[in-house]
């Protein structure tokens, strides 16, 4: 299920209820000076819903921790930073994992990978997969779609959410994605027999 209304409060999402978050937050150009306060109101909305032992899983582009834990190749943006800030005030990271979203690119990655932090909260279960055990994931890239004639980029693929999914919840567990964009969280979700609930607040990307 997908609500397109503004995730701010997950008003329909109850406290202690959430076994994994997993979302690819915007970095909205609107946001120039207080993008930070921005993040923080959702982040302390994350921590309510999320189970004492759950995780919560952050695709970001570009380099967010790459000066200790990949090797630094462009500029960080300063809201990933201002992100991570956030993140880690509240979770404890505990994997880091790279999206190489073109395979047919060599290993110099500049604008081509994802960094991809996973974060947990208390101690929740994992359920170990072979996919799961690598550091780096080939998978395809279908960034670039278009959703009732709207250029949307920032669409990552099913088979990646299924990784995180399998390996970080079990059926019937709730998952939530409160920037669900075209909704591949939630279909992954759902297809995996668990819950999924997102929220987009830009009702053009229905379908």
Known sequence: MIYYKDSIGLREVENNSVSLLMTHPPYLEEYKSNY???IKKFVVRWNEVLKDDSYLVIVTTDNIL?????????????????IWEELVKNFILVDHKVWVRNDKKQF????????ILIFKKGNPKFYQTEKYEKDIFYIPDNMRRKVNGIDFRDAYPIDLCDIFIMALTEPKDIVIDPF???GTTIKSSERLNRVGIGYEIDERLKC
Do not use: E, M, T
């Not at 190749?73 to 201002?82: A, C, D, E, M, R």
């Not at 110099?108 to 960094?115: D, Q, T, Y």
């Open 36 to 38: 930070q306060d921005f």
């Open 66 to 82: 790459s000066k200790q834990l990949v090797k630094p190749v462009s500029k960080l943006n300063p809201k990933h930073i201002q």
């Open 108 to 115: 110099g990655f500049r604008k081509h990978f994802s960094n």
């Open 180 to 182: 669900a964009g075209v």
